[in-house]
C-alpha cells in the first residue's frame, strides 16, 4: 500500500518567516494530494490540495508543489502569522473510488510572535 | 454549514466495557471513516464504508468493530475496552462524486481506565 513520510515532526518560525513541510510517496498511482491543518481541540481542516497533472497551486500565502517523478510534494507557508500555529498533515489517495487516504505522521508548526 | 459530528467530546470508560462511538454526516456522503490519532504516529485508518451496510477493514481493525445502518450514521464499536485503545478517535466522510478532500468531525477523546 502507500507509505506517506512527513518531514519535519516540529517546526519553528519567527512572525513573517517562511515555513514548508515536505511529504513523500511511495505509490506512483497516487494522484491527489491533500493538506489538512488541525488547530488544539479540533479536527483536521482541508487548506489546500494538488491533483498529480498540476505542479503547482496557490492560495494566498500558501502553496502546493509536486513532484511526481521524485514522488515529492511540499507545503509553503509565506509570511507566517500566529494563528499558522497548528499541526499540518499530508496525504496521498489514489483517487479511487472511496478516496482513501494515507496521511503522514504531521508537523507542529509554532509561530513565534 | 455542513458538518460531521460526533457525539461526544471526552469519554472515559473502564477496561472490558463495550464502548459506542457515534458519527453522523449531513453532507450525504457515501463514504465514510474512522481514525485514530496518536502522538507521532499520525493518522491511522480504522475502518471504512463506501455504502449503507458496507464495511472494509483499515490498516489497524483488531479490537474494533464498525457500524452503518443509515448512510448518515457510522458507529465505531470497542468490543472490550482497553488501555492500548486510550486514543483521539477521527470520523471522516467524502463524497463519491469527483476526487475531493475529506471532512472531519472535530474527535472524540477516549480515555480507557
Known amino acids: 500500500g502507500e507509505n506517506v513520510e512527513q518531514h519535519p515532526s516540529t517546526l519553528s518560525v519567527q512572525e513573517g518567516d517562511s515555513a514548508v513541510i515536505k511529504c513523500t510517496y511511495s505509490?506512483?498511482?497516487?494522484?491527489?494530494f491533500p493538506w489538512y491543518k488541525q488547530e488544539l481541540g479540533k479536527g483536521p481542516q482541508l487548506i489546500i490540495d494538488i491533483r498529480s497533472n498540476v505542479g503547482e497551486k496557490k492560495d494566498q500565502r500558501i502553496a502546493v508543489t509536486l513532484n511526481k517523478t521524485a514522488k515529492h510534494f511540499s507545503l509553503h507557508i509565506t509570511e507566517t502569522q500566529p494563528e499558522d500555529s497548528a499541526v499540518y498533515f499530508c496525504?496521498?489517495?489514489?483517487?479511487?473510488?472511496?478516496?482513501?487516504?494515507?496521511f503522514g505522521t504531521g508537523t507542529s508548526l509554532t509561530v513565534i510572535p | 454549514d455542513v458538518k460531521v459530528t460526533q457525539s461526544s467530546r471526552y469519554l472515559v470508560k473502564r477496561t472490558g466495557e463495550k464502548v459506542f462511538l457515534e458519527c453522523v454526516q449531513d453532507m450525504d456522503h457515501e463514504n465514510m471513516f474512522w481514525y485514530r490519532q496518536d502522538p507521532g504516529l499520525g493518522l491511522r485508518l480504522i475502518y471504512f464504508?463506501?455504502?449503507?451496510?458496507?464495511?472494509e477493514k483499515g490498516d489497524i481493525p483488531e479490537g474494533y468493530s464498525v457500524s452503518r445502518e443509515k448512510k448518515e450514521r457510522f458507529s465505531l464499536i470497542l468490543e472490550s475496552a482497553s488501555t492500548n485503545q486510550t486514543s483521539m478517535y477521527l470520523c471522516?466522510?467524502?463524497?463519491?462524486?469527483?476526487?475531493?478532500?475529506?471532512?472531519f468531525g472535530s474527535g472524540t477523546r477516549l480515555t480507557v481506565v
Open positions: 505509490d506512483s498511482a497516487s494522484n491527489y
Open positions: 471522516a466522510s467524502s463524497s463519491s462524486q469527483g476526487s475531493v478532500g475529506y471532512t
Open positions: 496525504a496521498a489517495s489514489p483517487g479511487e473510488t472511496g478516496n482513501q487516504f494515507y
Open positions: 464504508s463506501y455504502d449503507v451496510k458496507m464495511k
